[in-house]
């Protein structure tokens, strides 16, 4: 693992650190959804400091340069979060459209009620 | 049978109030909902106005969201049936009747107002791809479709109940042909129709690519799933 990788590691885990915890200082993201970016930019951060972790699993695995490794896990992580982030957006379209119609159908009830009277 | 006109329109204020005339003027007895999807244009304050009976969505959701309120909106008020009408001007009130006859005599879950069978031959693209979902749904569930397009169909009851509570149900072709696989009665009356009334339609390419992949996707290999 190359020292510009290392480096470039500590900088992109102190850049997201940094902006989700600006994030969070606003209120602009929930300390839940942030959890997910700390523990990454951590994650990061231990293998830029500790190059032997990852080059210990790039060996086991087989990897030719431990680069790779380090890519593909971080690759993977990233594809997942995306992935679970497509089922969460799914399920919040869903719940909108839900809130949307029982609203406009509980306007329109109350609305005629009004009329009615 | 008691019948709700389910009219989905969103930024419609040039052809609704007139669709809204003649549907209640041809089938006096069929009630009808205009819901309003979030429109930015007069929609709204035309229905106020002109004593529409309407449903507002709050914001822009979508057809299947607005066509869902109103199958919500049907099941709650004890409707036998609800038949999906366009706001355009393209769906002629005459049919119903004769849709409602044929889910009656058939005892069908979904009657759909077919041009083909009124002697009407769908060209240029919008032809092929009518006929291409035609054959997806054919060879998928064995179903023969001449105008799945058409975005006239009454449902029954139980599709009431099904669409009220169901989710990712779209009044497309795609749930058609899960519902016709699944084992419901799908059966098609001739109709003609219009060109649309006013407004302005969605038939560019981004749209129709969107639609036709979505269609196809979820015919081909989606509904195996559902």
């Not at chain 1, 959804?33 to 210990?56: C, E, T």
């Not at chain 2, 549907?23 to 429109?39: E, R």
């Not at chain 2, 366009?86 to 879950?109: F, V």
Request: with cysteine; net charge neutral; aromatic share 8%.
């Amino acid at each position: 693992m190359s020292i510009t990788l290392r480096i470039l590691c500590i900088l992109g885990a102190a850049v997201t650190f940094l902006v989700i915890a600006g994030r969070v200082r606003k209120a602009r993201v929930r300390i839940d959804d942030s959890i997910f970016w700390i523990v990454f930019s951590l994650a990061l951060l231990v293998i830029a400091i500790f190059p032997d972790i990852p080059i210990f699993f790039a060996r086991l695995f087989g990897f030719q340069a431990t680069s790779n490794f380090v890519f593909l896990v971080v690759i993977t992580v990233l594809l997942m979060r995306e992935f679970s982030n497509t089922i969460k957006i799914s399920t919040l379209n869903s719940r909108l459209d839900e809130l949307v119609q029982e609203q406009a159908l509980q306007a329109m009830e109350e609305e005629e009620d009004g009329t009615q009277r | 049978m008691k019948i709700l006109a389910i009219i989905p329109a969103y930024n419609e204020q040039d052809c609704i109030e007139q669709t809204v005339r003649s549907l209640v003027s041809t089938c006096p007895n069929i009630d009808y909902l205009v819901v309003n999807d979030g429109s930015t244009d007069a929609t709204r304050e035309i229905c106020e106005q002109r004593g529409i009976r309407h449903v507002n969505l709050s914001i822009n959701s979508g057809l299947a969201c607005g066509f869902q309120t109103g199958m919500k909106y049907a099941l709650r008020h004890g409707y036998d049936a609800a038949v999906q009408f366009d706001a355009d001007g393209q769906h002629l009130p005459e049919y119903i009747p004769a849709m409602a006859d044929a889910m009656a005599e058939h005892n069908a879950d979904i009657v759909i107002a077919s041009r083909v069978l009124a002697g009407e031959n769908l060209t240029g693209a919008r032809g092929a791809g009518s006929r291409l979902i035609s054959l997806l749904i054919r060879l998928t569930s064995g179903v023969r479709l001449t105008d799945p397009t058409s975005g006239m169909r009454l449902y029954n009851r139980h599709m009431l109940d099904l669409f009220a509570h169901g989710r990712d149900l779209t009044p497309e072709p795609d749930t058609v042909a899960l519902i016709a696989r699944k084992g419901g009665k799908v059966v098609e009356v001739p109709a003609l129709m219009q060109e649309r009334q006013g407004g302005k339609s969605y038939l560019d390419l981004p749209h129709v690519v969107r639609y036709m992949s979505r269609i196809c996707s979820s015919i081909l290999f989606l509904q195996w799933f559902r």
